[in-house]
């Protein structure tokens, strides 16, 4: 493979220890997979802070957002031997048959004036607060159109996982749009620009039983109706997407049509990077698609962490020919990495 991505040297930029919990008797476990944007000369990060309470020995505890419960939050908690719990990986758990995630996470700004040092805001930026959120909200994508800045992203719920919105013009006042994909459905990504008058979006719903995890392409006149679904990528079995595929950040428009940065997770749940290209008049019609990733675990922090062996990305800033794509590595700690656009395309002939 070539080497495509460059890292930051100062890999990981951001750490749980560099972020502040959102109250004194959580921690912060986990940053992932940052949405990023530029906005008055600065490059701001909208990461995914994961907390949990501190841990006692023998004891499975976990936050829930519940607006009944002092501060907003109750707290679920069992025996790590009790016979009702069923640990399926370092992410999620079953108790008594229902599902859980071991976190909770909500969204938070961070700042760079270079790009590559950030410091994150002490308070968190966007949390759950609808009964479709209380398991928290995940992995926003940040798309500009017009004046606008649209966040896209998971909200968790015992109802599911879908796609949620919100709109900022100055990242100080939000205004919530509701879910605009149900569930079980993330992974999407706004085109920044309209294509024959509609706008798009990628989006990754996942089919039980028939179907699976594959990307999605939708139109809508407005953002927030979503219709004309068509599917345009699917697994590849054996192959390192060969389990779950789905889109990225928003996709950059070349002269060739627009390049989407995906993520594939093979049978082994390990986490790679790919490319689509897409027609630039009908992005339902993909172009070229990544033989090899672009970008697979590598680097230390890549392989082990949390959940080891991911690198996710849905944020990235380009700049001519520069692409600076920010990322999650091991479920745990926040990375960079640049890329060539040129480089990038020409894999694809
Ligand atoms: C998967 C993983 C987790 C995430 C849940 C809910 O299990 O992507 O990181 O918390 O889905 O979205």
Redesign the pocket.
Known sequence: MTNLAARFDANPILRPADVRPSRPDMQVDCL?NPGAFQFNGKIGLLLRV?ERPVQEEGWVSVPIIDPASEGGIRIFRCRKDDPKLKL??A??FTYDGRDY???L?HLRLAWSADGRKFIADEKPTLTGQTDLQT??L??SRVAKVGDRFYLTY?E?SEAG?GVGMTSTADWKRFEPHGMIIPPHN?DCALFEEKINGRHYCLHRPSGIGLGGNFIWTAESPDLMHWGHHRCIAKIRRGQWDGERIGGGASPIKTPEGWLAIYHGADEKHRYSLGLLLLDLNDPAKVLARSVDPIMQPEAPYELTGF?GNVVFTNGHVVNGDQITMYYGAS?EVICGATFSLKALMATLR
């Open positions: 992932l994961a399926a990986d992410r999620v995630l071991t976190t996470s398991f928290g995940e992995d998971t968790v996982v993330k959940f479920d």
